[in-house]
């Protein structure tokens, strides 16, 4: 059970807020070509420079609600790194979170933030900002941040996944098997359906219903 989750886990944000640009910063041509940097990084696993470029996208231009879902997730991604490298367990097993993990996830669930007040409609930064919160404890919050993620896109088959998981810590078992299931119902194909199979007869052995 252990091993099963850490694998399947593995706003205007103020510019004094937002990471600094270092002075031998490469000058790109416009706030796009920053952007562009910034996810081939963050695909390299180079978050903080990710962030950096998705910073100085924002300097130039601070209405798009895509740049500050961008940053959040490498926010995030980087917040994940560290608390692998010094726990050795991902955030929902380890039993303090690293410093800067929590100042990272705090960003990440600031920027998901502003990328929701520019569009309410964005339903994949209320699942991220979810994410973001229960990695800090916050399972009540990210609950709601799911539910408002399917209310908008009842199609987005991680809000399910990741709404299931939030069930099952709060011992919720029955609504657990139920979204894990349509997680797998959207997702036939999903490579880590054995897995989510074992997962929910493990539930079912738990389930009072049963």
């Known amino acids: 059970m252990r ?3 850490v694998l399947i886990v593995v706003a205007m944000l103020a510019a004094a807020c937002a990471s600094p640009v270092p002075e031998t ?22 978050y903080l420079e990710a962030i950096d470029h998705f910073s100085a996208a924002m300097e130039m231009d601070l209405t798009s609600a895509e740049v500050f879902f961008l940053r959040g997730r490498s926010h995030y991604d980087y917040a994940v790194q560290v608390i692998v490298e010094e726990t050795g367990v991902g955030p929902e097993n380890a039993p303090v979170l690293p410093d800067e ?30 994410n973001a919160r229960a990695s800090l404890g916050d399972e009540e919050r990210a609950l709601q941040d ?15 996944f990741n ?13 657990a098997i139920a979204d894990l299931g349509m997680y797998l119902e959207l997702v036939p194909e999903a490579e880590d359906r054995a897995q989510v199979e074992d997962f929910i007869e493990q539930l079912r052995e738990r389930s009072p219903s049963q």
Do not use: C, W
Request: net charge negative; charged share 30%; no cysteine.
């Open 163 to 175: 709404r299931g998981l939030i069930h099952y810590r709060l011992g919720e078992y029955e609504d």
């Open 146 to 160: 799911y539910d408002t993620a399917l209310e908008l896109d009842d199609s987005l088959a991680l809000a399910y």
């Open 101 to 130: 993990a929590v100042e990272h996830m705090e960003r990440a669930v600031a920027d998901y933030t502003s990328a929701i007040e520019l569009d309410p409609q964005y339903a994949k930064a209320y699942n991220n900002r979810g």
């Open 3 to 5: 091993r099963f989750l």
């Open 25 to 46: 910063f490469p000058a790109l041509e416009d706030a796009e070509a920053y952007v562009e940097r910034g996810k081939s990084l963050s695909e390299e696993g180079l």
